[in-house]
């Protein structure tokens, strides 16, 4: 019996590369690379920025007096960075005040989520008897609780830490609930079948199958919190970040808001990466690496995103 | 030595017009050293018989004991998947099912784990493990906490052939090895030729219908005349029973 065998890429399989194309490949390859794509993107926002302000100029020209350039913002948040400011509290005391809201809203939101998300997991009659108030709660704007809270409380902490609570909790109900019910019967099955003992079985099975869906819950607790805190401390606050870009707003300074604004988003963005995704990392460890591109990874791009990159890539 | 008695053992499930007989009347005694594969078609009750053992199932009628020189005996399990902590790294996986974590309970780990080959992937993740080599940390786990007596429940019938074939021949060296019982439900019955030295038949409905012994001698190659002779024998039982068809 004779082998043949047929390898890829010799001669006459694959046509010989254009000299033109060469020269471009590598040009094409940056341009293409999602790195560039991300450099580029501030870039272009800030040049759309600057060409609409010009743009308007020419149609409206006392409107500029009221549009924030982005250097009158960028030297805002740099006199806001080394404390140099006008409004009552400096930078990193609004923001320390506005995060311990945060993190109380969040402790009792997750606690107590977690206990009625487990109750109505495990019990039929539990779920029956929460779920509307549940999905109800879930319906309602976190601007409508930061004005009931703000009525019945007045202006001190509860009304914000409750709008906190309120906002975030369907989230960690509905998460915690949804990993009972996915919780894994086979392993449930196979530790008993080896007699391992309850507290056991709980701490090593039951708990890590619940990770996942307690930092689902963890995430959206913390950011749909966080924006229903700015909400809260706009209408019910004397300090903190909302009642902040609210002063900016009184003050008919723009590009105090915006800059403002740019620090909600820095704030989030700080607290993801420096907090959740270290946390996430390391409880996740046992997942699977994705082999993805150096470029991707030098990002730290968070590998629990791994699949709607890989589908929005392929797709 | 182990022993398994099996006394007018029956099992039914649902009522009234849903009822179904899963098995019917089965009476079998098991003992010492021995390899017993229980093969049929789906919906036999093999599955069911298992689940009786293991105490996941009770039965409907009659009695089961599993002891060994007059205790209950320890049963230790292999599962079709191999149903490991994905969150925790193959040793920890067999410290998971030991009673405590000492020192020599380590090393006996560690010694299983070589005896399946995995000696130097004890701290890797389950998820990075090809599927052969989670099956093999199943059936390191079941036989670490020394059991008396092993039940399997199809183990190889999710892998691919050659790696079935390579576990199969280390599966047959720690049964020889270790001196357990083990009880092994398969529907291929290749397999169990190649492996038990006792056969049970099971017919739709529950019934036991034969009880082949295989008296050659082991390690068996499935293309070995006799093996092959074996294999047809039990195959002939089946057509005989019309259980093939079915």
């Not at chain 1, 995430?219 to 909302?242: M, P």
């Amino acid at each position: 019996m004779t082998v043949t065998e047929t390898r890829p890429g010799t001669a006459g399989s694959q046509p010989a590369p254009n000299p033109g194309q060469r020269l471009f490949a590598i040009p094409t390859k940056i341009a293409k690379s999602p790195l560039s794509a991300r450099v580029l993107f501030p870039i272009v926002l800030f040049a759309v920025w600057e060409l609409s302000l010009i743009a308007v100029e020419e149609i409206w020209p006392f409107a500029v007096d009221v549009l924030p350039t982005p250097s009158e913002v960028g030297g805002f948040m740099w006199d806001e960075f080394i404390t140099d400011t006008l409004a009552r509290k400096n930078l990193y005391e609004t923001f320390f005040i506005s995060l311990r809201r945060l993190l109380s809203g969040f402790a009792i939101a997750m606690v107590l989520g977690t206990a009625l998300g487990l109750a109505m997991g495990l019990s039929r009659a539990t779920n029956a008897f929460c779920h509307d108030w549940t999905m109800a709660i879930l319906a309602m704007p976190a601007l409508a609780w930061a004005l009931f809270n703000s009525i019945i409380f007045g202006f001190d902490d509860r009304g914000p830490i409750l709008t906190v609570i309120l906002a975030g909790i369907p989230f960690v109900i509905v998460n915690v609930r949804e990993g009972v019910r996915n919780t894994p019967r086979e392993l449930f099955d196979m530790a008993r079948s080896f007699q391992v003992p309850q507290s056991k079985v709980i701490r090593h099975v039951l708990v890590p199958s619940l990770m996942p869906f307690m930092f689902a819950a963890a995430r959206y607790c913390f950011s749909i919190g966080w924006k229903g805190l700015v909400i809260a401390e706009v209408f019910g606050g004397q300090d903190g970040a909302g009642w902040t870009i609210k002063f900016w707003y009184d003050a008919h300074r723009a590009h105090g808001v915006v800059g403002y604004a740019a620090f909600f988003v820095i704030f989030a963005i700080l607290f993801e990466r420096l907090v959740f995704e270290p946390i996430s990392r390391r409880a996740f460890r046992w997942r699977p690496q994705l082999q993805t591109e150096v470029v991707e990874e030098a990002f730290g791009e968070h590998h629990e995103h791994y699949g709607e990159e890989e589908t929005a890539r392929h797709g | 030595m182990a022993e398994i008695r099996i006394k007018n053992l029956h099992k039914e499930f649902g009522v009234g017009d849903d009822k179904v007989v899963a098995l019917e009347d089965v009476n079998l005694d098991i003992s010492g050293h021995s390899f017993v594969s229980i093969v049929g078609p789906s919906g036999c009750g093999k599955s069911t018989l298992l689940n009786i053992l293991t105490g996941i199932e009770t039965p409907t009628n009659g009695t089961v004991e599993i002891t060994s020189d007059g205790h209950v005996a320890a049963p230790g399990y292999v599962f079709q998947a191999a149903r490991l902590l994905p969150w925790r790294t193959v040793t920890d996986n067999l410290l998971f099912v030991q009673e405590d974590r000492s020192e020599g309970t380590k090393e006996r780990c560690q010694r299983y784990l070589e005896m399946v080959q995995l000696g130097d992937k004890g701290d890797k993740f389950p998820g990075e493990l090809s599927g052969g080599m989670q099956q093999r940390v199943g059936i390191a786990r079941a036989f670490s906490i020394e059991p008396d007596v092993l039940f399997m429940d199809e183990p190889f019938s999710h892998l691919d052939a050659i790696t079935a074939r390579a576990l199969r021949r280390e599966l047959h060296h720690m049964w020889d090895e270790t001196k357990k019982m083990v009880v092994f439900v398969t529907h291929d019955v290749g397999e169990a030729v190649e492996l038990s030295n006792r056969i049970l038949v099971f017919a739709k409905g529950g019934r036991l219908e034969d009880d082949i012994q295989i008296d050659l001698p082991f390690p068996r190659d499935p293309a070995d005349d006799e093996v092959a002779v074996a294999k047809a024998h039990v195959l002939r039982k089946f057509e005989e029973l019309d259980l093939l068809a079915s």
